[in-house]
């Protein structure tokens, strides 16, 4: 269906940084002149030929750009149903679709004449990604990442200082994503004048959601010209990603959100034993890492202790465009367990040859259980945003390499 007006990339966010109620800029007046750089800079790149140009290139021959969309035929034909077919961010260079803003920022930061990227990193994929673009284009790198997570994604942490990064690990709280992230924007306030923060999510005030959802756009863009092609015109039936921030989801959103027939999810982690980090779905409006959004928190309002299997799904907050899109109606959210995800897991290994990371897995579980009660006419696309290799030793050692055991 062709699109009348402007698309919902145009309209959102609008001059104030704001996605109808959620959005905006939240942070201390000091922090204005940065963010307002910040926004001019991106205008500068986007307006660019030449710098358009490079990140086009950049993404081929460093990143493997364009990734593929694949049937994944075994699991749709023993399911039965609907058929899964997942869009391949897993092959990115580093193993994840972090890389796809983190080039944009690495090359904005050059462009700005910024030397050094400060980021958090929760899974560690997006501290990997950015030491590897830092590395590409010349600058320094400072990744924050909460002790908890640096212990259990040790391997990532190895590749992160292989690449020339300095890794900061944060004692605070749970030592996890929420604590990086104060951290690491601590450094950023501190460090401003000659370095840029490089968010790991459509997180952060205005105008960090846009610019992440915008790098990561040329997923949805790729997978909505290469399923019609692959399917001789039709649209998926079905788009789901797994959310935290929602990057990843925002990125493979962004091809279809126009196309009001094609039914968009949202998947949050629900743990195990009550502890989750189910954020659109217990959560409540307010106000998170200097943008208004919906949070998980306690009955006094301080932000919730959030818990999952996959260290890049804990965070209490989402990106604020997602919480519009469910205010809206225009998306589905809904959950799945450790347990399932784990079991997407092992099942996507075992059938399909690829193992996915444990944060791709829940949209994979969540796949799964949907196909089974949809006909086979129709079609669910998942965003594969991962690979499990940095979740394989976790794995064995908690569930062990027998998949009946999950
Ligand atoms: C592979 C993978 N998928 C998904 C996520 C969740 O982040 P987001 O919601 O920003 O896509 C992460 C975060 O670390 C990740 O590493």
Request: glycine share 10%.
């Given at each position: 269906?062709?699109?009348?007006?402007p698309?919902?990339?145009?309209?959102?966010?609008?001059?104030?940084?704001y996605?109808?109620?959620?959005?905006?800029?939240?942070y201390?007046p000091?922090?204005r002149?940065?963010?307002d750089?910040l926004?001019?800079?991106?205008?500068?790149?986007r307006?660019?030929p030449?710098?358009q140009?490079?990140?086009a290139?950049v993404?081929?021959?460093?990143?493997?750009?364009?990734?593929p969309?694949h049937?994944l035929?075994?699991i749709s034909?023993?399911v039965?149903?609907a058929?899964i077919?997942?869009?391949?961010e897993d092959?990115?260079?580093t193993?994840?679709?972090?890389?796809?803003?983190?080039?944009?920022?690495?090359l904005l930061?050059?462009?700005m004449g910024k030397?050094?990227?400060?980021a958090?990193?929760g899974?560690?994929?997006?501290g990997?990604?950015?030491?590897?673009?830092?590395?590409y284009?010349?600058?320094?790198c400072?990744v924050?990442i909460?002790?908890?997570?640096?212990?259990?994604?040790?391997?990532?942490?190895?590749?992160?200082?292989?690449?020339?990064?300095?890794?900061?690990p944060?004692?605070?709280?749970?030592?996890?994503l929420?604590?990086a992230?104060?951290?690491?924007?601590?450094?950023?306030?501190e460090?401003h004048?000659?370095a840029?923060?490089?968010?790991?999510?459509a997180?952060?005030?205005h105008?960090f959601?846009q610019i992440v959802?915008d790098f990561?756009s040329?997923v949805?863009?790729e997978?909505?010209e290469?399923?019609?092609?692959?399917?001789?015109?039709?649209l998926?039936d079905h788009?789901v990603a797994?959310?935290?921030?929602?990057s990843?989801?925002?990125?493979?959103?962004s091809?279809?959100v126009?196309?009001?027939?094609?039914?968009?999810?949202a998947?949050?982690p629900?743990?195990?034993?009550?502890q989750?980090?189910?954020?659109?779905?217990?959560?409540?409006?307010?106000?998170l890492h200097?943008?208004?959004?919906?949070?998980?928190?306690e009955d006094?309002?301080?932000?919730?202790?959030v818990?999952?299997?996959?260290?890049?799904?804990v965070y209490?907050?989402?990106?604020?465009?997602?919480a519009?899109?469910q205010e809206s109606?225009?998306?589905?959210?809904?959950?799945?367990?450790?347990d399932?995800a784990?079991g997407?897991?092992f099942?996507?290994?075992?059938?399909?040859?690829i193992?996915?990371a444990?944060e791709?897995s829940h949209?994979?579980a969540f796949?799964i259980?949907?196909?089974?009660?949809?006909p086979s006419s129709?079609?669910?696309?998942?965003?594969l945003?991962?690979?499990?290799?940095?979740?394989?030793?976790?794995?064995?050692?908690?569930?062990g390499?027998?998949p009946?055991?999950?």
């Amino acid at each position: 269906m062709p699109h009348l007006g402007p698309s919902h990339d145009q309209r959102y966010p609008d001059a104030d940084g704001y996605f109808g109620e959620f959005g905006g800029n939240h942070y201390p007046p000091e922090m204005r002149a940065a963010l307002d750089e910040l926004a001019a800079g991106y205008r500068d790149l986007r307006a660019s030929p030449e710098l358009q140009r490079e990140l086009a290139a950049v993404r081929i021959g460093l990143q493997g750009r364009p990734t593929p969309v694949h049937h994944l035929a075994n699991i749709s034909k023993r399911v039965g149903g609907a058929h899964i077919y997942v869009k391949r961010e897993d092959l990115n260079h580093t193993g994840a679709h972090k890389i796809n803003h983190c080039v944009g920022f690495a090359l904005l930061a050059r462009a700005m004449g910024k030397r050094k990227l400060i980021a958090e990193t929760g899974a560690g994929q997006h501290g990997v990604a950015l030491a590897s673009a830092a590395a590409y284009f010349g600058l320094e790198c400072e990744v924050h990442i909460g002790a908890t997570d640096a212990d259990k994604m040790s391997s990532n942490v190895g590749r992160m200082r292989l690449l020339g990064a300095q890794v900061v690990p944060v004692v605070a709280g749970q030592s996890a994503l929420t604590e990086a992230s104060e951290s690491a924007f601590h450094a950023y306030v501190e460090q401003h004048a000659h370095a840029l923060y490089a968010i790991g999510s459509a997180i952060g005030p205005h105008p960090f959601p846009q610019i992440v959802r915008d790098f990561q756009s040329v997923v949805g863009r790729e997978a909505r010209e290469q399923f019609l092609s692959i399917t001789d015109g039709a649209l998926p039936d079905h788009v789901v990603a797994c959310v935290a921030g929602g990057s990843n989801a925002m990125g493979l959103y962004s091809g279809f959100v126009d196309d009001t027939d094609v039914a968009l999810y949202a998947v949050e982690p629900l743990g195990a034993s009550g502890q989750h980090a189910a954020t659109l779905t217990f959560g409540r409006s307010g106000t998170l890492h200097g943008a208004r959004t919906v949070v998980l928190q306690e009955d006094d309002g301080a932000t919730a202790p959030v818990s999952s299997v996959a260290s890049g799904l804990v965070y209490p907050g989402i990106g604020p465009e997602i919480a519009m899109l469910q205010e809206s109606g225009r998306i589905h959210v809904d959950t799945v367990s450790d347990d399932e995800a784990v079991g997407a897991f092992f099942r996507t290994s075992r059938s399909e040859g690829i193992i996915p990371a444990l944060e791709s897995s829940h949209a994979l579980a969540f796949a799964i259980r949907l196909a089974a009660h949809r006909p086979s006419s129709e079609r669910i696309l998942v965003n594969l945003s991962g690979r499990g290799d940095k979740d394989v030793d976790f794995v064995l050692a908690k569930y062990g390499a027998d998949p009946a055991a999950s």
